[in-house]
Each structure stands twice: as C-alpha cells, then as structure tokens.
C-alpha cells in the first residue's frame, strides 16, 4: 500500500509505503532513487496495526522510481505503483 500526504507549507508530501508484517517473511527495505538504492537508509518496521512501513518525503509533484528489497536478496515491486518497467516501479506525487 501507498498512501501519499497533502502537501504541507514547503511544497513536501509524506510518502508512506506499507506491507503486511510478515510476507514476505524477514526484513525488507525500500531502495529508490529518492535514496540512492541504498538498502540500509528506509527499512520498514513493524506497526502496531499488523503492518510494516517506512516513510520518504518528496517534492510534490516529483516521480519516485523505487523497489523493495527483503532478505535473501529477494527484490519485488509494490502492486499500488502507478506503474512498473524493467528498472522499478514508479509513482507521481
């Protein structure tokens, strides 16, 4: 699930990207080019409300382009994207 903030006073969005808590099983991160693909810098952790999530502010009007990575290597793309190509999926905000 994606869910993308109103606009606040300085022209960001909060972006929440959010999985159910154990599929897959493991830890998994969101890697983009919002944060250099780095798997270390957004990784989702566990909410009370069952899920696991991470939050990245963008500029409002921006396209991310982005992936999850879970252990194992494990790379998927988020069924809510706008759309997915060979690199990714991307999402306006």
């Known amino acids: ?3 993308v903030s109103k606009p606040v006073r300085n022209g960001s969005v909060r ?3 959010a999985l159910p808590a154990n599929e897959p099983p493991g830890a998994v991160s ?3 080019d919002f944060n250099n693909w780095d798997p270390f810098a957004h990784p989702l952790r566990k909410r009370s409300n069952g899920t696991r999530s991470t ?3 963008a500029p409002s009007g921006s396209t991310l382009r982005f992936r999850y990575l879970a252990e194992g290597g494990l790379w998927f793309d988020d069924d809510g994207a706008q759309a ?3 690199h990714g999926a991307i999402i306006s905000v």
Do not use: N, P, Y
């Open 55 to 57: 939050v990245v502010s």
């Open 30 to 32: 969101l890697v983009g």
């Open 84 to 86: 997915v190509d060979g």
């Open 1 to 3: 699930m994606i869910k």
């Open 15 to 17: 972006v929440t990207f």
